[in-house]
């Protein structure tokens, strides 16, 4: 398939670094579940913002149990022409379908690149739609722009979902395959709640395994889940792969994760998502 690989502006990402608010995480969009706001005004509003650079990229941390460097996964937010904050749910499946996500992705590591080359010790963990990796020439393109921006592979990691239906398979593991032997990480997005999950877990090749969030919302009050992610847990030993759980949400459930000895937790309660100007700058 062909990528559009829209030129990306190289100006300075003003909202990336002009310090939003973190509340913008919860602020209100009219466009938010407005069955108005059709698929045709959602690409149009999608490709303005690759062409002038008005997404919004903020960080949620992931900390370790063990005492180990905390890192941040890189989540994407666009705003319509008033400043109101679109639902990434809606916005993303829109770029999905209408072909777009490919460039979305890549506008997203360009701009992470952008901020790590001046944060040098930073690690970001982005996610990457399955589309964008049927890509050809993704990998050469991601080897490029780190090269560009004096970034060690080390320092990222690309998530990908474990989604149902996979265009082309071969093309996914081998893309994998390629972005390990650069040396970025890989982790699996979301883990249990596609269809297929072990499966797709035996032929995949990965270094982190992130629990899906209903698993662990319901771990302090469902026996069942708290089973399922054990047996999770021990698949990824298995495999030594590292354990994230995400959506944790208050600390009940933090301290049964931490008394399961999982390695490494991100959601509310760890921290909010917020903009890249309010990541402690290392
Ligand atoms: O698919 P992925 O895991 O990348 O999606 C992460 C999404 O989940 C982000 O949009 C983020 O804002 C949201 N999120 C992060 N932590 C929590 C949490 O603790 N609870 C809920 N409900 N959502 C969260
Ligand atoms: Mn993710």
Redesign the pocket.
């Known amino acids: 398939m062909n990528m559009i690989f829209l030129p990306i502006i190289t100006k300075v990402i003003s909202p990336m670094i002009n310090g939003r608010p973190e509340s913008l995480?919860s602020q209100h969009s009219r466009w938010f579940g407005n069955p108005t706001a059709d698929t045709t005004d959602i690409r149009a509003a999608l490709l303005h913002a690759l062409d002038h650079n008005t997404f919004v990229l903020l960080a949620?941390s992931i900390v370790s149990t063990r005492g180990e460097e905390p890192y941040h996964?890189i989540?994407i937010r666009m705003h319509n022409e008033s400043g109101e904050f679109i639902s990434?749910d809606h916005f993303l499946s829109v770029a999905r379908d209408t072909g777009l996500a490919p460039d979305i992705d890549l506008w997203v590591i360009e701009n992470t690149l952008k901020y790590m080359r001046y944060h040098p010790l930073s690690c970001f963990s982005i996610?990457l739609a399955p589309v964008t990796l049927c890509c050809s020439g993704l990998v050469a393109k991601i080897a490029e722009l780190l090269r560009e921006y004096m970034v060690i592979p080390q320092r990222i990691i690309f998530?990908i979902?474990e989604a149902d239906t996979l265009s082309d398979k071969e093309q996914t593991v081998e893309a994998l395959r390629s972005l390990r032997q650069l040396g970025c990480r890989i982790a699996i997005?979301?883990f249990g709640a596609g269809f297929a999950s072990y499966e797709r877990l035996m032929s995949i090749e990965a270094d982190i395994l992130?629990i899906d969030?209903s698993f662990v919302r319901g771990i302090t009050k469902c026996k069942i889940s708290h089973y399922i992610i054990e047996s999770f847990c021990q698949v990824a030993a298995m495999k030594d792969m590292q354990v994230v759980a995400?959506?944790?949400?208050n600390a009940e459930i933090q301290m049964c994760l931490e008394q399961m000895n999982i390695g490494w937790l991100?959601?509310?309660?760890i921290g909010k998502?917020k903009t890249l100007a309010h990541v402690r700058a290392i």
Not at 246 to 249: D, R, S
């Open positions: 995480e949620q996964e989540l990434p996610n998530e979902t997005d979301d992130k969030g995400e959506f944790v949400e991100q959601g509310y309660h998502p």
